[in-house]
């Protein structure tokens, strides 16, 4: 037996519900009773270990484009010094097929739509989800459709236009009124659009928990901090987590940190005031563009979950969030500003004394840098121009720099 929920009220619909939330709004997730007696499986792929955890009927590994296998590594001692954390941990996700955790969520969105035999596939995203979809609705010989919001950085569009994607940029002031005004349509026109904070993408996301997992060898770490807009990726490792808990793998769960950048804190801003409703943020700017739901649809769910459990959050300055691009750099990770968000988050909670010195803290590295190009002109690069016989002097420059006074 499989099924869907409303996460607040527990209203239940049938598992091929092509809605992505609940008629009064509220997120939905899979349930799956059998999950208590889940058990892990030999097999190739991530997902046919977990197999008993997953919904799907039919997981065919044509669908794969290699997503998961993402290293999960010991924080440079640099990063360790800026974060104050000596057991901090990287799970690098910008080592996906499309360089972002997206990919993980779109693999079983993808199921699922072979499985319920749709032609159509359609996402609303600020870049990576629908690169994502794009790539893999290709890889399915099926249509993607995409809608972006007019600021989406141009490399993250491109990349949707080349897998062959119908891509429609839609110019509207509120990008979460945007939202729900597009998933709105999917009942009128039968398609599926798939959302950030959807349940079957949230299954995907899940996997990314059993493979901590399995990389831990049954540890399990204190936190996970995690840059958040629509809500999806923190709701699948906090599932994937608290089934591998009911299914008695582990005795006890990571919480969880909710990262957001200062100018855009809906979650953040509501946890410092007690509130269980997103504080809606409209007309912001900032340089983490993968993070800027105002007002995450299912946001309500995240604030319940983060006040019963002890999560804790934080955000960060559009300074903190360049400069910590450019410390994750120095330590050889070139991540989206969105990802940066989460280490000086890190310093400040350990500073405030929430996460002690000895706490095992892992940070996602949800994207890669070089998907949001733009962004570094905020940064200098010691670049040297010169012609041939200028050279000679660059290098000793370089190699010797001149004292300064
Ligand atoms: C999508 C995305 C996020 C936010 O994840 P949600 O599931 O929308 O909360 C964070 N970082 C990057 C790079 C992303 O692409």
Redesign the pocket.
């Known amino acids: 037996m499989r099924l869907l929920r409303s996460t607040l009220t527990g209203i239940e619909y049938p598992f091929e519900r092509l809605e992505e939330f609940a008629d009064n709004g509220e997120s939905l997730e899979v349930v799956l009773p059998s999950v208590a007696q889940a058990r892990v499986r030999p097999g190739t792929y991530l997902w046919e270990r977990f197999a008993d955890f997953l919904p799907f009927e039919r997981m065919d590994p044509v669908l794969s484009l290699g997503e998961g296998n993402t290293p999960l590594l010991p924080a440079a001692p640099l990063l360790q010094q800026i974060s104050g954390l000596p057991g901090l941990l990287l799970k690098d996700e910008t080592q996906n097929p499309t360089w972002?955790?997206?990919d993980r969520g779109t693999l079983t969105t993808l199921f699922m739509a072979r499985e319920m035999g749709e032609r159509v596939t359609a996402t609303i995203s600020t870049?990576?989800?629908g690169h994502s979809v794009a790539a893999y609705a290709a890889r399915a010989g099926i249509m993607a459709i995409v809608f972006i919001p007019h600021f989406a950085p141009e490399p993250k569009v491109q990349a949707m236009a080349i897998h062959g994607a119908s891509v429609v940029r839609v110019s509207a002031p509120d990008y979460a009124a945007m939202k729900s005004a597009i998933l709105s349509l999917a009942g009128e026109f039968r398609l599926r659009i798939v959302s950030?904070?959807g349940p079957i993408r949230v299954e995907g996301y899940k996997l990314i928990a059993f493979e901590m997992f399995e990389q831990l060898r049954g540890q399990v770490p204190d936190f996970i901090a995690v840059?958040?807009?629509?809500?999806?990726?923190?709701r699948g490792l906090w599932k994937g987590w608290n089934e591998l808990r009911l299914a008695g793998f582990v005795e006890r769960v990571p919480r969880m940190i909710i990262v957001q950048a200062a100018n855009n804190s809906p979650l953040v801003t509501a946890m410092r005031r007690g509130l269980r409703r997103p504080v809606p943020f409209r007309d912001f700017q900032t340089v983490a563009e993968?993070?800027t739901?105002g007002n995450p649809q299912g946001g309500d769910e995240i604030l319940e979950k983060a006040a019963a459990h002890g999560w804790l959050a934080g955000d960060a300055t559009e300074e903190e969030i360049l400069e910590a691009q450019r410390a994750l750099a120095a330590a050889g990770h070139f991540v989206?500003p969105?990802?940066a968000a989460s280490l000086p988050v890190l310093k400040k909670l350990r500073q405030a004394g929430e996460i002690a010195l000895d706490q095992t803290v892992v940070m996602m590295l949800?994207?890669s840098g070089l998907k949001d190009m733009g962004v570094l002109k905020h940064h200098r690069l010691p670049l040297v121009d010169t012609p041939l016989d200028g050279v000679r002097k660059a290098l000793s420059d370089i190699l010797m720099p001149p004292t300064q006074v």
């Not at 840059?227 to 923190?234: E, L, N, Q, V």
């Open positions: 972002s955790f997206k870049g990576n989800m950030g904070n840059p958040t807009s629509a809500c999806g990726h923190i993968a993070i739901s989206e969105a990802t949800t994207g």
